[in-house]
């Protein structure tokens, strides 16, 4: 049975999972006041520490696995105690080994009222090139998910033409390639990279690309309104017309938009059978209620629900409800992955009628008339065909 209750059209494609990974501390803020600041000079009393594998490895590949996708992850550490801590929790043998490089951290800042602060060092992922890569594990998989470029100096200081032939390379193999992207650093050498070159290059060989708004929209210098609808499917018609075949914009909040490219679609091995299903699409999920504990790595949680249900060939209406479902079950843990249940799990919860935080579309979405009703509770667009 699929995660919705309806029987499965096929068992899961396998996944390989690569790019950033990192060792997340996460202090708990949850005794500290409303409006606690960090000042200079000052102490500030925390809880205990969550310590677990962050970045989009360790986040998508985590939830995949327990979501019961075959998956396998591609990272890279140092020779460090932080490496030795990192791939214990990972548990995972296909770690790349960097010796005398430094693991990537990531220090997360939740404080109550305020958005979150993230202390990143990217470490030995600065080094991580294609090459790192062992192409047989390639051949054997569906699905090749990359995430965090951004945060991987290797793979933007070229301009992106040796990630471009590496991906071009992988689309070779006949796999399905799926793109998730960070925020750089505006005021690092992240921050001074041809964003737009990047793209130019590397999207003509991306199946999905699976960004957060607020990311592309600052590499390209634009300013997309998340609440017009009309702006976001500019937006993303603008990124199809980079050559990705299906863009899924994270919105936070409000929820996960989706829009593909028109017929004829080739989506790549892990693709589903009725591609007919999938072309031409403009739809949009509202994401569902969750008791928040924390939002670290809940936009990858959410690429991991859209990811399981495509490689078990879901309809993009179904794959969009996990990929909110996910995500909603994400936040009610401090770390990205201990939230998320399973696959049974996860659709026992959509079977009970879990609740969306705006069940139809209102003023917080735009124009109401610009959606309709589709199932799954997700709203199909005003250029949507079905």
């Known amino acids: ?3 919705s ?34 000042e ?11 310590l677990a594998p962050g970045g989009g490895v360790a986040n998508v590949g985590g939830a995949l696995l327990k979501l019961g996708v075959p998956a396998r992850l591609i990272g890279k550490v140092g020779d460090d105690a932080f490496g030795g801590l990192l791939a214990g929790l990972l548990g995972t043998p296909n770690l790349i080994r960097a010796p005398g490089e430094s ?17 990143h060092h990217s470490g030995c992922n600065d080094t991580f090139t294609p090459e790192d ?3 047989s594990a390639l051949a054997e998989a569906d699905l090749l998910y990359f995430g965090y470029p951004p945060l991987m100096r290797r793979l933007y200081e ?10 071009e390379r992988v689309k070779g193999l006949g796999l399905t390639t799926a793109l998730d992207l960070a925020m750089p650093d505006p005021q690092g050498r992240s921050g001074r990279a041809d964003w737009p070159a990047f793209l130019a290059r590397v999207l003509p060989f991306v199946d999905l690309f699976m960004p957060s708004l607020t990311e592309v929209a600052w590499m ?35 929820g996960l938009y989706l829009r593909t490219a028109d017929a004829p679609l080739a989506l790549g091995r892990a693709a589903p059978d009725d591609l007919t299903r999938w072309a031409g699409r403009e739809l949009l999920s509202p994401v569902f209620e969750a008791a928040v504990r924390g939002t670290t790595g809940a936009g990858d949680a959410t690429v991991a629900g859209f990811l399981a249900g495509f490689v078990r060939g879901e309809t993009p209406e179904r794959c969009l409800e996990l990929a909110c479902a996910v995500g909603a079950a994400s936040v009610e843990a401090a770390d990205a992955v201990s939230g998320v249940p399973s696959w049974a799990g996860l659709g026992e919860r959509l ?8 069940p139809h579309p209102g003023a917080a979405y735009g124009d109401p008339a610009y959606w309709r009703a589709g199932p799954n509770g997700v709203w199909r667009g005003r250029r949507d065909p079905s």
Not at 26 to 31: G, N, R, V, Y
Not at 40 to 50: H, I, K, Q, R
Not at 103 to 119: A, K, N
Not at 220 to 246: N, Q, Y
């Open 158 to 167: 070229d301009g992106g033409e040796a990630f471009a032939a590496f991906l």
């Open 220 to 254: 390209l210098g634009e300013e997309p309104s998340p609440a017009d609808p009309a702006s976001l499917e500019r937006f993303a018609r603008g990124l199809l017309a980079c050559g990705a075949r299906a863009v899924g914009l994270k919105l936070g909040e409000r």
């Open 5 to 38: 209750g309806t029987p499965e059209a096929r068992p899961p494609k396998r996944v390989v999972v690569a790019g950033h990974v990192c060792l997340d501390l996460i202090p708990s803020f949850e005794a500290t006041g409303e409006g606690a600041r960090l």
């Open 40 to 50: 200079p000079g000052s102490l500030l009393e925390v809880g205990a520490a969550t």
């Open 351 to 358: 079977a009970r009628g879990w609740r969306r935080a705006a």
């Open 1 to 3: 049975m699929s995660a």
């Open 133 to 135: 890569i062992d192409f």
């Open 103 to 119: 693991t990537s951290y990531t220090v997360v800042l939740s404080l109550p009222g305020s958005d979150r602060i993230f202390l």
